[in-house]
């Protein structure tokens, strides 16, 4: 599996980043997974406008989803013509939300350029990856992914705070890409973002292989956050960046 960052930055762009969007690539097929603000443009510094298979979106906060806004004319307007209606995964209500985006309800409803697939939590099969969704700690419906293909597996935590389920669901990864919004404090408010120790503390209850830090909000100290996680998890620890890439 390939992983490539097309947007890290938690809440809003910052000035190096795109909002969240990664690309995981395997055995020829391209999951988009989350397409937040920004990470539509940096998407084809990696590969052509059309060439994605299916997305995923773990939830419909606008830095994880607002650029299927901008993807639909990008597909629907494309000089080669509407491709196939693209798969977008996502927690239940993701069609609306995006629709709702529109300053007029699209008459078609997006359908001719999306195929939209609402799903819970649970076991999906999408191309060769196998993956599993469990729901975060985070006010809205948001799902981490556990990405499986070719014996590697990739956990990808969403946004979330404190999350037990997400323990579960990372144990023993090769690869743990892990939110750590913002570094710790008693002040933080539970139940929205994992700070950099809270980060690295999921990473060794899950007794993961490495872990990426990503979804670091623009004005926070990055450099704090990649040391409390390296102090809480002991293992390889690394901040991902945009246009990163690494094999899983
Ligand atoms: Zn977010
Ligand atoms: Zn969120």
Redesign the pocket.
């Known amino acids: 599996m390939q992983l490539t960052v097309l947007g890290c930055a938690g809440t809003f762009p910052g000035p190096e980043s795109p909002c969240s969007g990664y690309l995981v690539e395997h055995d020829g097929f391209r999951l988009v997974v989350d397409l937040g603000a920004g990470s539509l443009g940096a998407l084809q510094r990696h590969v052509g406008l059309l060439d994605v298979d299916a997305v995923y979106i773990s939830?419909l906060?606008a830095?994880?989803c607002i650029d299927l806004v901008a993807y639909s004319y990008a597909r629907r307007y494309h000089p080669s013509g509407v491709p196939p209606a693209l798969p977008v995964y996502g927690p239940a209500g993701t069609r609306a939300r995006i629709e709702s985006s529109f300053e007029e309800p699209p008459t078609n409803g997006l359908l001719d350029v999306f195929d939209f697939r609402e799903v819970p939590p649970g076991e999906h099969r999408i191309g060769p990856f196998e993956i599993r969704a469990v729901r975060t700690n985070?006010p809205i419906e948001?799902h981490a992914l556990r990405i499986e293909a070719g014996g590697r597996s990739l956990t990808y935590s969403g946004?979330t705070g404190e999350c037990p389920e997400l323990v579960e669901l990372a144990r023993g990864s090769d690869v743990f890409l892990c939110e750590a919004s913002w570094t710790d404090s008693p002040d933080n408010p539970p139940g929205i973002h994992l700070s950099g120790r809270q980060a690295g503390e999921h990473a060794a209850r899950a007794g993961v292989e490495r872990l990426l830090l990503t979804h670091l909000v623009a004005w926070s100290d990055a450099a704090s956050i990649l040391a409390e996680a390296k102090e809480a998890f002991g293992g390889d620890v690394e901040r991902v960046a945009c246009g990163s890439s690494t094999t899983v």
């Open positions: 939830h906060h830095d994880h985070h948001c946004d």
